[in-house]
């Protein structure tokens, strides 16, 4: 999903890593989940690490943000996978970890059309789903859609949105919730192809 389209760039990257060590973020999975956060998809808020368990080549890594009176509350457990061999090879983000804030519709992996109906699973109070679609090349969305109106005990949701300009083979959809304390308190996120 991110940040390599392809198994080829992953390996360019290593290689220009082991020649010059550019870009060391990619072989620590915590700095890796931040970038993906902030940089990827904009969240600046979500700025901190609440959780780190890797186990050999997989990784899910809390990210949250800084809540009021110093606390840290998760916004979502990014897992990531080592994406090729060797104790070098880079984390690449698969996906998201969910519990109580989920994207079940599209399925992971599928292709997909514009417009794209997206659903799963919320359990919050005054909830404001938004929705996006990205992908790696590009610095804006391909497709936005606020705000579903979302609340209770693992109610489902969905929204639909539309997009285009997809290029890369892999699309990004993230879902979003917040408005409480910050604009963006919760996300989720999975993988879709273009064709």
């Known amino acids: 999903m991110w940040p390599f389209t392809t198994l080829a760039e992953a390996r360019a990257w290593e290689r220009d890593f082991h020649s ?24 600046q808020n979500i700025d901190h690490v609440t959780a780190h368990t890797v186990r050999g080549p997989d990784a899910r890594i ?3 943000l800084s809540r009021p009176a ?10 990531l996978v080592r994406y090729g061999t060797g104790p070098d090879a880079p984390w690449e983000v698969v996906g998201t970890d969910d519990t109580t804030f989920s994207l079940t519709s599209p399925g992971y992996g599928l292709i997909v059309r514009s417009p794209l109906l997206t659903g799963g699973r919320i359990t919050g109070v005054d909830e404001r789903i938004r929705i996006q679609v990205r992908q790696p090349s590009s610095a804006a969305p391909l497709g936005t859609s606020c705000c579903t109106a979302a609340g209770g005990n693992g109610r489902h949701w969905k929204e639909s ?4 300009g997809a290029d890369d083979p892999v699309l990004t959809v993230v879902a979003s919730t917040g408005g409480h304390i910050a604009d963006v308190e919760r996300f989720t996120v999975t ?5």
Not at 20 to 43: I, K, M, N, R
Not at 70 to 79: D, F
Not at 191 to 195: E, I, Y
């Open 20 to 43: 010059a060590g550019h870009q060391p973020w990619h072989v620590d999975p915590d700095e890796t989940a931040l970038s993906f956060t902030q940089g990827y998809l904009g969240f």
């Open 191 to 195: 993988a879709v192809r273009t064709g």
């Open 70 to 79: 110093g606390v840290t509350g998760t916004a979502a457990v990014i897992h």
């Open 161 to 164: 949105v539309s997009f285009s």
């Open 62 to 64: 809390g990210v949250g």
